[in-house]
T-cell receptor
Framework: ETGVTQSPTHLIKTRGQQVTLRCSSQSGHNTVSWYQQALGQGPQFIFQYYREEENGRGNFPPRFSGLQFPNYSSELNVNALELDDSALYLC?????????????FGPGTRLTVT | GQNIDQPTEMTATEGAIVQINCTYQTSGFNGLFWYQQHAGEAPTFLSYNVLDGLEEKGRFSSFLSRSKGYSYLLLKELQMKDSASYLCAALNTGGFKTIFGAGTRLFVKA
């Protein structure tokens, strides 16, 4: 148990729809990162938030957006869903200091786009 | 460019030692993670190397050579429960972006 939770566990959406995935970080962790993991692949970095501001972004289009809240929760929003968005979405929280970059992953949300 | 390479699959015998190699090319490098991921589960942290050399943690050790862009994870006294994917990941300078390799699936046989 990492203390990081995600909801929902599974989700099925139709192409063109919008989806919001939620993550609750460990208390005291100011940094949250979101990843997309396709089957048989490693996680791909989407973006990172630090103290409610986007801190860095991977090679994902603007229809992937996020929010981080003061209560250590965060959201990943994906607009205009495409079939290729089907994947496991992972959030990971960390203390966000140079003393510890260890990330604690949540169990993930399995998104299926049909 | 940014690239992480590791073998796709490895097989080893229970009780043996296995070394999983990783080479990386990143624009700006802070350190190297190793994570373990069982099928259907989230990755769990194994190690983080910043300096060159070997770090030992129980049955698992991790090595880093910054000049060669090379790391390995060494697993000793293999157990069946070690069957999993092992992910190598590079953290960029600034610490805001982690690039993962595709993972090495390790099969431990009796």
């Amino acid at each position: 148990e990492t203390g990081v939770t995600q909801s929902p566990t599974h989700l099925i959406k139709t192409r063109g729809q919008q989806v919001t995935l939620r993550c609750s970080s460990q208390s005291g962790h100011n940094t949250v990162s979101w990843y997309q993991q396709a089957l048989g692949q490693g996680p791909q970095f989407i973006f990172q938030y630090y103290r409610e501001e986007e801190n860095g972004r991977g090679n994902f289009p603007p229809r992937f957006s996020g929010l981080q809240f003061p209560n250590y929760s965060s959201e990943l929003n994906v607009n205009a869903l495409e079939l290729d968005d089907s994947a496991l979405y992972l959030c990971a929280s960390s203390p966000g200091t140079s003393a510890s970059y260890e990330q604690y992953f949540g169990p993930g949300t399995r998104l299926t786009v049909t | 460019g940014q690239n992480i390479d590791q073998p796709t699959e490895m097989t080893a015998t229970e009780g043996a030692i296995v070394q999983i190699n990783c080479t990386y090319q990143t624009s700006g490098f802070n350190g190297l993670f190793w994570y373990q991921q069982h099928a259907g589960e989230a990755p769990t942290f194994l190690s983080y190397n910043v300096l060159d050399g070997l770090e030992e943690k129980g049955r698992f050790s991790s090595f880093l050579s910054r000049s060669k862009g090379y790391s390995y994870l060494l697993l000793k006294e293999l157990q069946m429960k070690d069957s999993a994917s092992y992910l190598c990941a590079a953290l960029n300078t600034g610490g805001f972006k982690t690039i993962f390799g595709a993972g090495t699936r390790l099969f431990v046989k009796a």
